[in-house]
Each structure stands twice: as structure tokens, then as C-alpha cells.
């Protein structure tokens, strides 16, 4: 409401001593309009929009209840609050007048005091959900326009990039370099086309969260990419001092066993990735981290690793930037990799224990039809 003007009250009553005892008790600090009908009050609401209507409910053409029950459902005036001011004093009178929206009930005779209270308390209420939508608002606008932003940085930053990755490639085959040039090169490459990757998953997750992703899933050989993961992370598995393991059904497995998915191979590459780093980070030096695999109804991964999780983030651990005590940890892996499993059509959870100083992580997927 506009606090340059005076609040507009429209009272509505065919009497017209009961509208003067109105008038006079809010005339010095408000606008006042009069209606003498039910059946006009609807077109001066959507004319004049005043800020409270006081309503009474005996009227020869049509009694304060449908009038209110017509305001409520139209578009331009159910926002506006309804006062019943009437000389039925039943509790069942009241009870109906508050459920079909009115927000207050005043019986006759009125005293002039108690209408000015009631009158104050309710544009006051007004105000406050005015401006806490108007703020609602703000914010929804303002959300947006950041996913806009960070969604067209993330789309424009593949163009440059693209030809980032290209030169070094070039230059690589044009040949005539040192060993220390191609080493340097073939390392930019290499760095290129991991932050375009991450751009791609960027955007996907991007699509998961807003649900517009599409998924184009295909059998996944799950054992094969597993074996594929534990070599890219050799490195961090002997930094940090960890074996891997591969079982199924908590045998070890050979390399002629297989274990089909269905999914994308991609995403199903960054869900897995990300639990397996996890499990070796967490890890304390000397451990094993375990991935089991089963099929019952669905295929079944549990990535088992010693450590717990800490207690801070047990509740949120697969929330967005939900991390602890991990340095340059974004809190985004366990929240990716819950929304690519659930893509999928799939779920995972996460089940940790002081007691035995352990996490497991078990996701579990959709199988090829006819798979074993």
C-alpha cells in the first residue's frame, strides 16, 4: 500500500444510519466509499481496488455471504480483506462468513473504537503480505536471472575452449617439437578436454535439477568401467594409500564376469567416479576401498571404505555444497551423483557407523532387460 495516500475503506450496507455510524468512526484517517447494494460491490472493487470492505449480510438483493463468496473468486479483488459488520450474532453466522474467506466479524451495534482497532490491525496485515510477496517476488526474479547467467556462462564458455583443446592438437601434428614441448602441450590438451567434460556435466546436472534432461540410455558394461576407474585414480589411491578392490556378491571377480547397466555411459562414468574418490580420500592410509556388485531386481553397487563420515553432514550428505574437512571440496559429488542415479531411474544411499569406522554407498540401477 501506497504511504502517500490514505487506505480506501468501502463499507456496504442498505442502511444508511449504519453507514454513517461507519463513516464516522474511520472518515478522519481513511477514504470512504458506500455501496448500498450486494450486486454492485463486485464492479466498485475492481474499480476503485480499496484497501478493506466492511460488509454487511442482510440485503435485499443479495446477502453479504454471496457477495463475499464473488469477490473471492474473482482474480482482481479475492486479495482484498472482507470485514463482516452485521446484526446476526450466531456462532454458526461467524463460523460461515470466516470460511468463505472474510477475515474478521464485527456484530451490531458496532462500537466505533473496536472498528477502527479491527479496521488498523487488518490493513496493517495487508501491508505486511503485500510487501512480503513483493519480496517473494524479488527473490524468484532474482534466482532466475542467476540460473540464466550461470546457465549462458556455461554455454559460452564451450566456444572458446573448443579451440583451446584444437591448438595443441595442431601443433602436435605438425611436429618438429622438443619432448618437453610435447609433454606441455599434450598436458594443455589433456586439461582442456577435462574442463569441457566438466562443462558437459555442468549442464546436464544443470537440466536434472530443472527436470528437462533427457536420458538416452544403452547396456553399460558396469565391471569394465569400473576397472577403467580404479586406473584413473591410481594416482590419488597411492598419494593417498589406498587399494581397490572389485567383488561381486563378495567374491572376487574375474575378468571374464560381467554385469550389465542400463543407462548412459557418461554420467554413470561421473556417479561412479565421484563415489570412488570419496571412498579413497576418506579413507585412512592403508585402506581398501570395495565395489561389490549384485544384481537382484536391479543392479546393486556398494562402495564400502573405512572412515566414517563426519557426524556435521551425515544428515545432508547428499545436499548441494554439503561438505567438511575436505580442503578445495565443492559439496557437489554425492550431490551429482544422487541426481544422475535418480535420472535413472535408479536411488542410492549412504550408511555409515562409528562402531565399525566404516561408510558404504549403495546405488542401485535398472538392469537390460533380460540381463543376469
Known amino acids: 500500500m501506497d504511504e502517500d495516500r ?16 461507519l463513516a464516522e468512526a474511520l472518515r478522519n484517517e481513511h477514504d470512504i466509499h458506500v455501496a448500498t447494494r450486494g450486486g454492485d460491490v463486485l464492479d466498485l472493487a475492481r474499480r476503485l481496488v480499496p484497501d478493506i470492505i466492511l460488509l454487511d449480510v442482510v440485503m ?40 468463505i474467506g472474510a ?49 549462458i556462462m556455461r554455454h559460452d564458455l564451450k566456444a572458446p575452449l573448443t579451440g583451446i583443446i584444437g591448438l595443441p592438437r595442431i601443433l602436435l601434428d605438425e611436429g618438429g617439437l ?20 566438466m562443462i558437459n556435466r555442468s549442464l546436464d546436472l544443470f537440466k536434472m535439477e530443472r527436470g528437462t534432461y533427457v536420458l538416452c540410455p544403452a547396456p553399460v558394461e558396469l565391471s569394465h568401467l569400473v576397472r577403467r576407474l ?25 575378468s571374464t564376469d560381467t554385469v550389465e547397466v542400463f543407462g548412459e555411459r557418461l554420467l554413470l562414468h561421473t556417479l561412479l567416479g565421484n563415489c570412488l574418490k570419496n571412498a579413497v580420500e576418506a579413507s585412512p592410509e ?39 574437512g575436505k580442503v578445495g571440496g565443492t559439496g557437489l559429488g554425492a550431490y551429482s551423483s544422487k541426481r544422475i542415479a535418480e535420472v535413472h531411474g535408479g536411488s542410492i544411499a549412504m550408511d555409515t557407523s562409528d562402531a565399525t569406522d566404516s561408510t558404504t554407498i549403495t546405488i542401485t540401477l535398472p538392469k537390460p532387460s533380460g540381463a543376469r
Open 103 to 151: 477475515v474478521d466479524y464485527i456484530v451490531k451495534p458496532v462500537s466505533p473504537s473496536v472498528v477502527r482497532a479491527r479496521v488498523k490491525n487488518h490493513l496493517e496485515l495487508r501491508a505486511d503480505r503485500l510487501e512480503l510477496a513483493r519480496q517473494n517476488a524479488a527473490l524468484t526474479e532474482a534466482a532466475k536471472l542467476r540460473e540464466d547467467v550461470d546457465h
Open 230 to 254: 580404479f586406473v584413473e585414480l591410481t594416482s590419488l589411491a597411492k598419494q593417498c594409500r589406498v587399494a581397490f578392490v572389485l567383488t561381486r556378491d563378495g567374491r572376487p571377480m574375474d
Open 286 to 324: 592403508g585402506g581398501v576401498v570395495e565395489v561389490d556388485l549384485s544384481v537382484a531386481e536391479g543392479v546393486i553397487v556398494r562402495v564400502h571404505n573405512r572412515g566414517a563420515v563426519p557426524e556435521a553432514i551425515r544428515g545432508t550428505f547428499f545436499g548441494k555444497f554439503s561438505t567438511a
Open 6 to 21: 490514505r487506505p480506501a475503506v468501502l463499507i456496504v450496507d442498505d442502511v444508511p444510519a449504519n453507514i454513517r455510524i
Open 60 to 99: 435485499p438483493d443479495m446477502d453479504g455471504y454471496a457477495v463475499c463468496r464473488r469477490l473471492k473468486g474473482d482474480p482482481a479483488a479475492r486479495d482484498i480483506p472482507v470485514i463482516f459488520v452485521t446484526a446476526r450474532h450466531a456462532p454458526e453466522d461467524e463460523a460461515l462468513g470466516l470460511s
Open 178 to 197: 622438443t619432448e618437453t614441448q610435447v609433454k606441455l602441450l599434450t598436458l594443455v590438451e589433456e586439461s582442456g578436454l577435462k574442463m569441457l567434460s
